[in-house]
């Protein structure tokens, strides 16, 4: 017996990886949107026109969480293939996208900028697709499990950049205090 760990015991180290950075992944970016107020509560948001692909408020949701949970088994992966050569440049790649993509929501739904927004969601999809390729390079399953997000971030830049263009000034729109009658 040569080998230092069993197949068994190999993918129970990589399913606890899971279990703690997947959730960890989740909590984050549901705790920044929310911190952003992001989502179709946002007066701001209200607002503003929006593109005829805009989808439901609740399929952003939906679809982040999903995603979140790809690329947190995706990163899982990559964190649990101790040795593989491109590993730590993987890992660097990965937490400098998905800090950005937190950031997100703060730049478009709390600081109302919406054409900085859309740059930045380019900014982030070129380190997603790096990370995305370093991540084939180390495992062929994590890179698969971030294709949805790469799609995802290019159709958000759509929408933000329809939003941007349906909305002139939409930085400078100041929307009146909600009022409650007695």
């Known amino acids: 017996m040569n080998q230092i760990a069993s197949k068994g015991q190999l993918r129970m180290s990589l399913f606890r990886w ?101 740059w930045f969601l380019v900014v982030i999809f070129l380190l997603a697709l790096a990370t995305t390729v370093v991540f084939g390079r180390i495992r062929k399953a994590a890179a698969w499990l971030m294709v949805p997000y790469l799609a995802w971030l290019c159709f958000a830049a759509v929408l933000n950049k329809q939003i941007d263009l349906l909305n002139p000034g939409a930085e400078t729109l100041v929307v009146p205090a909600a009022r409650s009658q007695i």
């Open 18 to 118: 899971i279990l703690v950075i997947v959730p960890i992944t989740v909590l984050l970016g549901f705790m920044f949107s929310q911190f952003a107020n992001s989502g179709e509560e946002n007066r701001w948001f209200q607002s503003l026109v929006k593109p005829a692909a805009q989808p439901p408020g609740w399929a952003f949701g939906a679809a982040w969480a999903l995603l979140y949970a790809m690329m947190g088994t995706a990163f899982a992966m990559v964190l649990h293939a101790r040795g593989a050569p491109l590993r730590v440049p993987a890992i660097i790649f990965y937490l400098v996208q998905y800090a950005l993509n937190l950031f997100w929501p703060i730049l478009f739904f709390g600081m109302h900028q919406v054409a900085a927004a859309f």
